[in-house]
């Protein structure tokens, strides 16, 4: 039987990356998915990817309407929801004297405020049982060169998550926190990474991380399917790191 059969799960950030591997993984074992991501064209390209069964939703998650626009469609289409994953984030690696004020508030309007606002404007419509999954980072617990802010943002849903572990607990609702090393993503390019200097790159993190390679996304998808699923019924308010070792090194 598929893990997931007769499962709605939704995937914030989930047109690329580590959150469309996810929708790709909850779906193949049986989920109904509903993707969230800023870019029409991503999230198209994404459902055609996934087939007919998935929905897709334009929006930022740091614009708090998203979730409004979000709780009503998938209200509307499915009535309740079993698994939330809040996927979404962005990372500006920058210096702290460098760090303007808008640099700031957009990395805590998306990986902290629409975290948190995601996960409660959803909780309604979740039932017993469900899991919700936070993508989290290895810069919570590792220090990491210029990511002081991003570091903190990440931080602060490890805390939301071990809240809620405990405020839910009477609904059954497991709350955990995957947190990836460096993984092999287009984020690589959105930083500034550029194809000529690719190589360098990755042979550079490899040498920093124990398993000697970067992640990939269906790695990831496996650790968040086993979260989302009933394989992790006894697990809850846990940072699961799924980084190749780097945290310990």
């Known amino acids: 039987m598929s893990k997931l059969s007769g499962k709605i799960a939704v995937i914030t950030g989930g047109s690329s990356g580590i959150g469309l591997a996810a929708a790709k993984a909850f779906a193949a074992q049986g989920a109904k998915v509903v993707i969230v991501g800023r870019r029409r064209d991503a999230v198209d390209i994404a459902?055609?990817?996934?087939?007919p069964e998935a929905t897709g939703i334009i929006g930022d998650v740091g614009d708090l309407s998203t979730h409004d626009r979000l709780v009503a469609e998938v209200s509307a289409r499915f009535g309740a929801i079993d698994i939330y994953m809040a996927n979404a984030g962005i990372n500006r690696i920058e210096p702290s004297l460098a760090v303007s004020v808008e640099s700031y508030d957009a990395q805590f309007a998306t990986n902290t405020r629409g975290v948190f606002f995601g996960v409660t404007k959803m909780l309604p419509l979740m039932r017993e049982g469900g899991s919700i999954i936070l993508t989290g980072s290895i810069a919570s617990a590792k220090v990491l060169d210029d990511h002081a802010v991003y570091a903190g943002t990440k931080a602060a849903i490890g805390a939301f998550a071990r809240s809620w572990a405990l405020e839910l607990k009477g609904r059954g609702i497991r709350v955990n926190v995957l947190s990836p090393g460096p993984v092999d993503t287009p984020i690589?390019?959105?930083?500034?990474?550029?194809?000529?200097?690719?190589?360098?790159f990755e042979k550079g993190v490899a040498s920093a991380i124990p398993l000697g390679r970067l992640g990939r996304p269906n790695e990831l998808a496996r650790a968040a399917l086993f979260l989302a699923s009933d394989e992790s019924s006894f697990v809850t308010g846990i940072d699961l790191r799924v980084d190749g070792g780097i945290a310990i090194t």
């Open 47 to 51: 459902l055609a990817e996934l087939g």
């Open 188 to 200: 690589l390019e959105k930083l500034g990474i550029s194809p000529e200097d690719r190589p360098a």
